[in-house]
């Protein structure tokens, strides 16, 4: 793996405001290849803001991101997604109403589109071929295969999320950033999708997820970053974190300081 | 899938409706005739217009866009003397150029503000025609405009496409290719790509889609045959005006595609087929006529939501479950 060489995701100052409210406070960490590296926090302490930055659904107020030393920061979310950058979302967000095949062609965009004239001639069939060889690897890969002409409206969650995943891996992505993968999962699910997400690892991909399903975050993650109110509180291997005081305290404040928050 | 058998039933309807479509007019009175081509023009608009809206957007421009087509082609043969086999196509790109510009400003909104928008920009251009005299006429538009002409050399005189019958068997044609080639952009990767960008935004932006380039292509690609078809349009007619763009005419594509229902290809050729046939039907009780419009829409939308496309369905369903209630 590349030991000296730039990490593959590096955050930088990174900060981001809404109106008054400060989301993120001068973020800085870096993220190897190779690695499954954890984002946690308490509710609202900017972990969904700090993806939407990183994939440029938002662009920072300042700071910079690198990917692979190269910045990335302010580009438009396709761009980013064309160089490496693909997440997945909160809400399992799918096609519903198409077949799960269906919905593995539509991730293949970025490696099977074709202009124009092209389609309107019928020249796109060898890359149509490619994109159905390659949803078909990947049907494969997410464990779909005997499910691949229902709707994916009809799936059952844990199938949902990997029909999600296998659309992101489609856009060939160097680095996925998986939003609460695990969230509303039994706990056979969570295994399997664990499975799962080292197995997308083992093929090469870096993967940096939000997730509040401790068990699942601790039994994944080589390394784990904590955010508390947008900053930067604690970073290390799960045990550490786990023991960090003042990441326990961040953990019992929030859940006064949400009580607060709900009651005014 | 059966979507082999599926293609086949659409040559095999085909083979049967294009040579019974092609004799039709031999068979009809004048008037019907000229019926024949207005509604073989509002096909090709429905069609175009459809394209717009897998794109996700509902545009109240595309009557606009038609008569861009057509001013196109009017000003190119008649004050440029250009060819008007020439002019025709020509228009059609000019029309598809237009859209791509107003496509900047107009492709920054979204949804209802897009409608309004596009409503906007619609109504400045058509005033532009009503207002500058030279060099679109003002409001009495332009009168004159050269007709299509084929001097083929078995004929003394050239064949001239301001007759019904040549000019209905011409854009028979064109509208066919026009519908195939409409039909194979919707069912390849860039209609899927549409689909994406229409129900799942920011999914497909995630997975790399440029989506204001794909809403864009289709707009552009939209206009294209709008132009093509204002641009045909105005050589028969020999005239244009800048009122047979009005938004009462927008609403008439509104209203034919969504009676004819969104969800397939064919949904919008049924409603402008269905309703114009309806419309033709009723012509002799001329006062009853919009009245008799609006029942027809009111009953379809009350019962048929989906369209008239959604009907075959509906009756296979209902049939199936009175064989299941007489088996039972």
């Known amino acids: 793996m590349a030991t000296a060489a730039a990490p593959l995701l590096e955050v930088r100052g990174l900060c981001k405001r809404f109106g008054g409210l400060v989301a993120l406070d001068r973020v800085s960490f870096q993220v190897r290849e190779g690695e499954i590296r954890g984002l946690i926090g308490p509710n609202g302490a900017g972990k969904s803001t700090l993806f939407k930055n990183i994939a440029g659904f938002y662009r920072p107020g300042a700071g910079e991101i690198l990917l692979a030393g190269r910045p990335i920061s302010g580009r438009p979310p396709y761009e980013i997604a064309g160089l490496g950058v693909v997440r997945t979302f909160q809400e399992t967000t799918l096609f519903q109403e198409l077949s799960v095949m269906r919905n593995l062609e539509a991730g293949c965009h970025l490696h099977a589109s074709s202009g124009l004239f092209r389609a309107l001639l019928g020249l796109d069939r060898e890359r149509l071929e490619r994109q159905r060889q390659a949803a078909g690897r990947i049907l494969d890969f997410v464990g779909l295969r005997e499910r691949r002409a229902q709707l994916a409206s009809e799936l059952p969650l844990g199938s949902q999320r990997a029909l999600a995943l296998g659309i992101a891996l489609l856009a060939k992505p160097r680095l996925l950033l998986l939003d609460e993968p695990f969230a509303g999962m039994n706990p056979a699910e969570t295994a399997h999708m664990m499975e799962l997400t080292r197995k997308v690892r083992r093929s090469g991909i870096t993967i940096v997820l939000v997730e509040h399903n401790m068990k699942a975050v601790m039994g994944l993650c080589d390394f784990v970053t904590v955010l508390n109110f947008g900053r930067l509180l604690a970073e290390g291997t799960p045990e550490s974190v786990r023991r960090d005081p003042a990441v326990l305290e961040a953990y019992l404040g929030s859940a006064a300081g949400g009580t607060e928050r709900a009651s005014c | ?328």
């Open chain 2, 1 to 328: 899938m059966n979507s082999a058998s599926r293609r086949h039933g659409w040559w095999l309807a085909a083979a049967v409706l294009l040579p019974a479509l092609a004799a039709l007019p031999f068979f009809l009175p004048f008037h019907r005739q000229d019926f024949m081509i207005f509604l073989l023009l509002d096909v090709m608009l429905v069609v175009s217009y459809r394209l717009v809206t897998l794109s996700g957007e509902w545009s109240l421009i595309h009557m606009v866009l038609m008569g861009c087509g057509g001013y196109a082609s009017a000003l190119l043969s008649k004050r440029a003397d250009l060819l008007v086999w020439l002019s025709i196509p020509l228009a059609a790109l000019l029309t598809a150029a237009v859209a791509l510009l107003l496509s900047f400003p107009l492709l920054r909104m979204r949804g209802f503000y897009f409608l309004i928008g596009s409503y906007a920009a619609g109504e400045a251009v058509r005033l532009a025609w009503k207002y500058f005299v030279y060099p679109f006429g003002g409001p009495k538009g332009l009168k004159l405009i050269p007709p299509l002409e084929l001097q083929l050399p078995f004929l003394e005189q050239p064949l001239s496409f301001v007759e019904p019958i040549p000019f209905y068997l011409l854009l028979l044609v064109v509208t066919c290719v026009s519908l195939l080639l409409l039909y194979r952009l919707e069912h390849s990767r860039i209609g899927l790509t549409l689909h994406m960008v229409h129900w799942q935004p920011s999914l497909a932006e995630a997975v790399g889609v440029n989506s204001w380039r794909y809403r864009t292509l289709a707009f552009a690609c939209g206009a294209f045959f709008a132009g093509l078809a204002g641009a045909l349009f105005v050589h028969y007619l020999g005239s244009i005006n800048p009122n047979q763009f009005a938004i009462g005419e927008m609403l008439y594509i509104l209203v034919w595609v969504i009676i004819g229902g969104t969800r397939t290809f064919a949904g919008p050729v049924i409603g402008v087929v269905v309703l114009s046939v309806l419309n033709e039907i009723f012509r002799q009780y001329d006062e009853w006529r919009p009245a008799i419009y609006g029942l027809i829409l009111l009953l379809s939308m009350r019962f048929l939501p989906d369209g008239l496309e959604s009907l075959p369905g509906r009756l296979r369903g209902l049939w199936r479950r009175r064989v299941a209630a007489a088996q039972g």
